[in-house]
C-alpha cells in the first residue's frame, strides 16, 4: 500500500472517529447521557487532555547542561497552567497562560 494511501486512510478514519463521537449524544438514549459516571467523566475529562497533551510536550531523555533550560521552562510552564486551571476552570485562559509562561520562561532563561 502507498504513503499517500496509508495517509488518506488514516485521515478518513480521524474523521469517523471523530464524526461519531459528534454524533453520539443525538443517537445516544437520554438516560445514559445522564447517568453520573458520564457526568463525571465529563467533568475530569479537559483537566485529563490537557494535562496529556503537557505532559506528553515534556522534552525529557538525555539532557545535557544546554538542554536543562527548556527543562525548567516547560516545568514551570505547566506549574502555571495547573494553578491557571485551578483558579479559573477555563481551558481557553489555562492554555493561553502555558504559551505565555512558557514563552516567557524561555525568554527569562535566555533560550528564546
Given amino acids: ?51 496529556l497533551l503537557a505532559l506528553g510536550s515534556l522534552s525529557i531523555g538525555k539532557l545535557n547542561a544546554q538542554e536543562w533550560p527548556y527543562l525548567a521552562a516547560q516545568l514551570l510552564a505547566l506549574f502555571c497552567v495547573l494553578l491557571a486551571h485551578i483558579r479559573w476552570r477555563n481551558i481557553l485562559i489555562s492554555l493561553a497562560t502555558g504559551v505565555g509562561a512558557l514563552n516567557g520562561f524561555l525568554w527569562l532563561f535566555g533560550q528564546s
Wanted: proline residues 8%.
Fill in 1 to 51: 500500500m502507498s504513503q499517500n494511501m496509508e495517509w488518506w486512510l488514516a485521515l478518513s478514519a480521524a474523521a469517523a472517529v471523530t464524526f461519531s463521537l459528534r454524533l453520539a449524544p443525538l443517537l445516544l438514549p437520554k438516560s445514559w447521557l445522564k447517568s453520573p459516571l458520564l457526568a463525571d467523566l465529563n467533568a475530569a475529562l479537559p483537566l485529563c487532555v490537557l494535562l
